[in-house]
């Protein structure tokens, strides 16, 4: 290889098990379905340490193909940030557009899952819904900070896996939310049915939430949500 950036197995496990209690850490699994939400953050961290750091599968595959084309993409540590060598970019990698781009989406996917957590915990302890905080604008964000995340480190640094495991991973939250949200309309039943019909599941509704804080309270409380709602 070109450098020793890569064979630094010890780095993968310390990697790979440092973002994974870092975001346990912020989501306080604890339902068969939050360490399934967890498992599937994991299984992406994997796959995406190894080429890191181990062994750069997508650099080989796509150098013996594009390497003539793309001169910069070559099996060193630098080599791995795909989108600045197919775009051209020569200065240093880890202030380019799109790893800058990658440590805001990483750092408001974490930030997402903490604050949504906290609003969950203070609503479980009333027996409630949870509709303040981040889930006044979306049913899931603690499901869409996850994704934020893996979003952050496909700029970072995408391989062929991670690419082909983060729409793997979308259907895996969406049916965790559907899954989810069946158990809260059993035990909310209206209380919920109204939630769900004004707030979107994962994609916020800029215009309509600004059009609702123009509005007067109309005297009533709100729906919210139980411990169980992520």
Not at 65 to 87: K, V
Not at 119 to 129: G, K, R, S, T, V
Not at 148 to 160: K, Y
Not at 168 to 175: E, G, N, Q, T
Request: with cysteine.
């Amino acid at each position: 290889m070109a450098d020793a950036a890569y064979g630094l197995w010890p780095l993968v496990v310390l990697n790979t098990l440092l973002f994974i209690i870092f975001a346990a850490g912020f989501f306080h699994p604890k339902t068969t379905r939050d360490w399934r939400a967890m498992g599937a953050y994991s299984a992406f961290l994997v796959a995406l340490f190894t080429e890191m750091y181990g062994t750069p599968l997508t650099v080989y595959l796509l150098g013996s193909w594009l390497g003539s084309r793309f001169p910069l993409l070559q099996d060193t540590h630098a080599g791995g940030h795909l989108w600045n060598d197919l775009t051209g970019w020569s200065g240093d990698p880890h202030l380019s557009p799109f790893h800058l781009a990658s440590y805001a989406a990483i750092g408001t996917g974490f930030w997402l899952i903490a604050t949504a957590w906290k609003h969950l915990h203070e609503a479980a302890q009333h027996n409630h819904l949870a509709t303040s905080g981040p889930y006044a604008r979306v049913r899931h964000p603690q499901y869409d900070g996850f994704l934020l995340v893996m979003i952050g480190f496909l700029l970072q640094w995408p391989t062929i896996p991670t690419l082909i495991m983060f729409p793997v991973l979308v259907y895996v939250y969406a049916r965790l939310a559907r899954s989810e949200e069946r158990e809260v309309a059993a035990r909310f039943g209206d209380q919920w049915t109204a939630y769900a019909a004004d707030t979107p599941a994962f994609w916020p509704r800029l215009r309509h939430q600004l059009a609702d804080t123009a509005q007067p309270p109309s005297g009533t409380c709100g729906p919210q949500r139980p411990a169980a709602r992520r």
